[in-house]
Nanobody, 125 residues
């Protein structure tokens, strides 16, 4: 399993942007599909985005399509989440996750075996 560490969260005004990063340990990063999930207080964990091993395939949750972009740099063992046009309802703890399952694009948290500790994103004026 990978060790994952997220960074880049913070407080942003509505309409603003943030880029989250997730650094992975281990030399097998490129053999994992990666995902981002989020969880707001009192709500279930929600699928945000996922990316294939090579980065050639990407999937997004309906609530973030057209605003968020997932990418990865296998040379740096890092996956990113660029978040634009942020809304108050995007406020949540954002988690990075890794899987070797071919089901990664379905967005089920149970398919992901490695998780980071999370980073808080707050959208407020």
């Amino acid at each position: 399993q990978l060790q994952l560490v997220e960074s880049g969260g913070g407080l942003v005004q509505p309409g603003g942007s943030l880029r989250l990063s997730c650094a992975a340990s281990g030399r097998t990063f490129s053999s994992y599909a990666m995902g981002w999930f989020r969880q707001a207080p009192g709500k279930e964990r929600e699928f945000v985005a996922a990316i294939s091993w090579s980065g050639g395939s990407k999937y997004y949750g309906d609530s973030v399509k057209g605003r968020f972009t997932i990418s990865r740099d296998n040379a740096k063992n890092t996956v990113y989440l660029q978040m634009n046009s942020l809304k108050p309802e995007d406020t949540a703890v954002y988690y990075c996750a890794a899987t070797q399952s071919a089901r990664y694009g379905l967005g089920y948290a149970t398919d992901f075996g490695s998780w980071g500790q999370g980073t808080q994103v707050t959208i407020s004026s």
